[in-house]
């Protein structure tokens, strides 16, 4: 089940939330917990038992070490997290990149979730949670199950235990819900159509501009696919008083790659920064440590993104564009203007993006080619008629994409035309996917 269609709007959400504030509080926890597998087992009965596998063994896990850390077990403690973190990459691993079986959609998010409580527990950071049904709530929470953002058990502990329905709070999640919607809808949707209208186009047949359009095309498709599954994953929590960080903030309005990544995906970022990167040494061991570091972290983000050479090969560049940063560039980036730190940005994002895209290397760096002149054809009829049929979307996306206009998205006005737009275009639409699906 997807946050976009109408089966969710109108019938699992409304009910839901009937169901969850007619039950008392004390029991919202199950509630939650028993809509999540409903909402879950709608698009994946058959792995459901995968993730309360998941659950029930992390929620053990926690337990037995608090007790081995108040015993003075150290050994015991060290043996249970070895043995949840090496289940939970083993499960990781067998259905993600082994290509037998099929990829259970959010393993890669519910995984990253429960592993990080078992390491909390160990390091004393949280007190392990001795109610199953509040543990089940917090790994299988559906609005952020399918997509992120990724929630660290420290961060939404007190909501877990004590809650209650604000109106306040209800009313800007709903506003969030629908500006998400739209953007989803509305933005990353149309402009994914461009994306696709430039992909079958034969290469000997693209134009640089052509290339260049299809690409900016993916990479603001993705952007509003993701973060606005984000923003409607926030405001689906925040009407159940739940408190979820942001994930994003507007990352290509960035000057530099290492603030783009402060700036997009911001829970997989942190999450890779407290449970490899600080533990690996972070900066502290010098230099060349902490470049190594760096590449491992990179490398790892490249490959839980996908088991595709281009993950891993796009999780290097942008590890090794960090590295160059760090060393040299950003010193010569805050003397030159603005606007140099924004183009180089721009350019090597699309970069990125594009090999993100592509799962062929082959085609990937023929688009590449393309994109940086190989075709000998700056412009053509072609790029004329996309520019002229996707021109105005696109600006619009770019300008939304930078932050323009953000402000509007406060007003209860918008949130209702956006809403009202969103449905009128999911009761004819043929196209609705979730790019982050398949990570």
């Avoid at 015993?71 to 973190?85: D, K, N, P, T, Y």
């Avoid at 090496?86 to 993600?96: A, D, P």
Wanted: aromatic share 16%; charged share 15%.
């Amino acid at each position: 089940m997807v946050f976009s269609s109408l089966i969710f709007l109108f019938r699992f959400l409304p009910a839901f939330l009937t169901i969850y504030l007619l039950t008392k509080e004390r029991y919202r926890n199950l509630v939650l917990f028993l809509a999540s597998l409903v909402f879950y087992a709608w698009g994946e009965p058959v792995y459901i038992g995968l993730m309360l596998f998941s659950t029930v063994l992390d929620y053990a896990n926690g337990r037995v070490l608090e007790y081995a850390r108040a015993a003075g077990q150290e050994h015991l403690a060290r043996g249970i997290l070895a043995e949840s973190v090496l289940i939970n990459l083993s499960l990781l691993g067998v259905f993600k990149y082994s290509g037998v079986l099929p990829l259970p959609i959010g393993i890669s998010f519910y995984t990253f979730q429960t592993m990080s409580y078992t390491i909390d527990v160990y390091r004393g950071e949280v007190p392990a949670q001795r109610d199953l049904a509040a543990f089940g709530a917090y790994v299988s929470m559906f609005p952020q199950l399918i997509a992120g953002p990724i929630v660290k058990y420290k961060d939404v502990a007190k909501d877990l235990e004590n809650r209650s329905f604000e109106a306040g709070e209800a009313s800007a999640g709903i506003g969030r819900f629908c500006i998400g919607l739209g953007k989803k809808v509305l933005l990353a949707n149309q402009i994914g159509l461009l994306w696709e209208a430039v992909q079958q186009i034969p290469p000997g047949q693209m134009s640089t501009l052509t290339a260049w359009a299809g690409s900016a095309a993916y990479a603001l498709q993705l952007y509003f696919d993701f973060s606005g599954y984000s923003d409607m994953a926030i405001g689906l929590a925040g009407m159940i008083g739940f408190h979820l960080k942001e994930n994003f903030d507007y990352p290509y309005s960035s000057k530099s790659i290492t603030e783009f990544w402060r700036r997009w995906h911001i829970s997989l970022g942190q999450w890779f920064r407290d449970y490899v990167y600080i533990p690996l040494g972070g900066n502290r061991k010098g230099i060349l440590m902490q470049i190594r570091n760096i590449l491992i972290v990179w490398a790892l983000t490249g490959i839980w993104h996908g088991k595709g050479w281009n993950f891993l090969i796009w999780g290097m560049y942008f590890g090794i564009l960090l590295i160059v940063e760090k060393c040299v560039l950003l010193k010569l980036l805050k003397r030159l203007p603005a606007v140099f730190g924004h183009l180089y940005t721009l350019t090597a994002v699309l970069t990125g993006m594009t090999v993100f895209a592509l799962e062929h290397l082959g085609e990937g760096l023929r688009w590449l080619a393309m994109m940086f002149g190989s075709s000998g054809c700056l412009w053509n009829g072609q790029s004329v008629w996309l520019l002229s049929n996707y021109g105005l979307l696109l600006l619009f996306c770019i300008f939304g994409s930078f932050g323009f206009g953000k402000k509007l998205a406060g007003y209860p006005a918008v949130w209702a035309i956006s809403l009202f737009l969103s449905v009128a275009y999911i009761v004819d639409a043929s196209y609705n996917p979730f790019l982050y699906f398949r990570f």
